[in-house]
Every structure is written in structure tokens, then in C-alpha cells.
């Protein structure tokens, strides 16, 4: 006797958007399989974009487990280091009242 594995799949085309599947897959199945069934293989294909399950980055014949949450990443749009490098530029380094120092008491040393 076969058991079934209960899977979900997300997929987010834009912000704020999300498309979700329940499947029931046999036990045993790959991740390439259960997104055949979901009909989104063409979209894990597609250029850039990457699989993972629980937010771990994973192969398509990865073998599942029950309650799997099967996921299908966009690619980036930009760099998340160059992001944060240009909305530091953009704010400024606002010297005494920003950052992880910026409470010290009199006469300590900076950095502590």
C-alpha cells in the first residue's frame, strides 16, 4: 500500500502575490515530480529561478516528506549589498544618533 505525502507548493510572481497548491503526492516523490503534478514545472524551469523547501535551497530530485512546503524563488533584482550600501549613502551617516554605538557613556572607549 502506497502512502500519500501531503505537499504544499508556493510560488510568488510579484510582491504580495502568492499562488499556493495542496497536493497529495505518493511517498517517495521528488520535488521535480510534485511540481509536474502542480503544473509548475515551467515555471521552476525558467531562468534565474530557483527551488527549496522550508526556505532551503534544494535539487528538483530532492525525495519528499510529508508536509513539505515546496517553494519556487524569483530571482533578485538587485543586490541585496548594494541595496543597503546605497540607502546608506542616500540617509547619510547620521553620526550620533544611528548605529550600534551610538548611546555611549562618558568617557568610554569607542566601540564598548
Not at 497529495?24 to 521535480?32: I, N, P, Q
Not at 522550508?54 to 528538483?60: A, D, R
Not at 533584482?77 to 548611546?103: H, I, N, T, W, Y
Amino acid at each position: 500500500m502506497t502512502t500519500l505525502l501531503n505537499i504544499t507548493v508556493v510560488y510568488s510572481p510579484a510582491p504580495r502575490q502568492v499562488q499556493e497548491k495542496a497536493l497529495a503526492v505518493r511517498s517517495g516523490g521528488t520535488v521535480l515530480q510534485a511540481l509536474q503534478q502542480a503544473d509548475m514545472l515551467d515555471i521552476a524551469l525558467a531562468e534565474g529561478h530557483t527551488v527549496g523547501i522550508w526556505g532551503k535551497k534544494t535539487s528538483p530530485t530532492h525525495p519528499l516528506e510529508d508536509q513539505d512546503r515546496i517553494e519556487i524563488y524569483r530571482p533578485l533584482k538587485v543586490d541585496p549589498k548594494v541595496a543597503r550600501r546605497e540607502r546608506f549613502q542616500k540617509q547619510g551617516a547620521k553620526s550620533k544618533s544611528a548605529g550600534l554605538f551610538a548611546k555611549r557613556r562618558v568617557g568610554a572607549k569607542a566601540g564598548y
